[in-house]
Nanobody
Framework: QVQLVESGGGLVQAGGSLRLSCAVS????????MGWFRQAPGKEREFVAV????????YYADSVKGRFTISRDNAKNTVYLQMNSLKPEDTAIYYC????????????????WGQGTQVTVSS
């Protein structure tokens, strides 16, 4: 049984920081690319960041580049998203996802998803 469990969300003031974690079980974690997506109310789920299976390669959405950092610890089967300089427009439910192959900026590129963690940034 594959499980992806996000944690670390919460309420923070603009300019603050949060660190999200996603603990993965039930799949060969080190073989999967891991992505973070987010979905704000009334909007489609959008790509935030992805990290390759080895951790050597990362990509970010333009809206978070320079503020967010994705990382992974294959020994702990965990992926992280460090979010700094948060803005009210970062408010959303954040999801982690596991995938192999192409389309890493699209939801169709991922086979497994977590349930999400709420991030709220107040102005």
């Amino acid at each position: 049984q594959v499980q992806l469990v996000e944690s670390g969300g919460g309420l923070v003031q603009a300019g603050g920081s949060l660190r999200l974690s996603c603990a993965v079980s039930g799949l060969p974690f080190s073989r999967y690319a891991m992505g973070w997506f987010r979905q704000a109310p009334g909007k489609e789920r959008e790509f935030v960041a992805v990290i390759s299976w080895s951790g050597d390669t990362t990509y970010y959405a333009d809206s978070v580049k320079g503020r967010f950092t994705i990382s992974r610890d294959n020994a702990k089967n965990t992926v992280y998203l460090q979010m700094n300089s948060l803005k009210p427009e970062d408010t959303a439910i954040y999801y982690c996802a596991a995938g192999i192959g192409d389309y890493y900026r699209e939801t169709r590129g991922y086979s497994y998803w977590g349930q999400g963690t709420q991030v709220t940034v107040s102005s």
